[in-house]
């Protein structure tokens, strides 16, 4: 006569396929995660990669995070960097639409989008539902002098620290705020490209984000969990970064550094 399974070696196996799952989906979990940072990090190459052939028609010149340039009579008078539905509610300061919420008109033409294959390289599978993307331009601004800045509204606590960084911290798309947008810096002018952030993935009404530029910080950002959470959005412990010479790595926000914000930087300490 056959034997069957006793209760107690019924319940050893089902203990022991209990351990292995336990042990196993946290693995499947990571893999998982790391596929779509991994996608993410191709996504964001790709947008460098834009960046570097708007340079090669431009005159040497980055794409200015907004100016005044017209995309159409249907559209808001001003072509921002990238493309998204500006017309579906939202925007402020010059900005138009919500890149957090989904779109719900055609897509405004940005500066870089002809050297785009399609929109999907602009979103990251990890971006909360609805959001059509998750990915800034840095919006450090630049001025012509203390005065210059305070009429603008510009202004950081580091530079009481370092008068020498007043007005001369900005971003490659946005050197000086002009009448209808932004002018941007020549790529000859970006003092390190390799240390120059260009472009990150995080939470932001605009594509375009200053969150770090107004405190008083140089090696270290400020330990704030709400500017944490703004950085490491879409990847456990870190955001994909894009950098002037292309480069594009997983950055952690306590490994970010002040002057990786700011094309000029022969005024820091280093």
Sequence with gaps: ??????????????????????????????????????????????????????????????????????????????????????????????????????????????????????????????????????????????CDSRTDCQRQGISSSYWNRNPAAIGREYSVGAMRQVSGGFLAATDSSVQEPSKTLVMWEHGNSPPACQFLFPPDWYDNPPNNSRLIDHFHLLHRGGAVTVFADSHVRRTAYFALKRSWFSVEKDFYPE
């Excluded at 979990?29 to 596929?35: D, G, I, L, Y």
């Excluded at 995309?71 to 138009?96: A, H, K, L, S, V």
């Excluded at 897509?107 to 971006?127: E, H, M, S, T, W």
Aim: glycine share 12%; net charge positive; hydrophobic share 40%.
């Design 1 to 142: 006569m056959k034997r069957g399974f006793t209760l107690i070696e019924l319940l050893v196996v089902i203990a022991i396929i209990a351990i292995l799952a336990a042990i196993l989906f946290p693995v499947f979990s990571q893999a998982k995660e790391a596929a779509k940072q991994t996608q993410c990090i191709m996504h964001m190459r790709q947008l460098g990669e834009a960046h570097i052939l708007y340079l090669g028609d431009h005159d040497d010149t980055w794409a200015p995070v907004y100016n005044s340039t017209s995309t159409g009579p249907e559209f808001p008078r001003t072509q921002p960097w990238i493309g998204y539905d500006t017309r579906n509610g939202g925007g402020g300061g010059g900005f138009y639409g919500d890149i957090r919420r989904p779109a719900t008109h055609p897509v405004q033409p940005g500066k870089i989008d002809p050297y785009l294959k399609n929109f999907a390289v602009r979103q990251c599978p990890n971006r909360p539902a609805g959001w059509q993307m998750a990915v800034v331009y840095g919006l450090w601004t630049g």
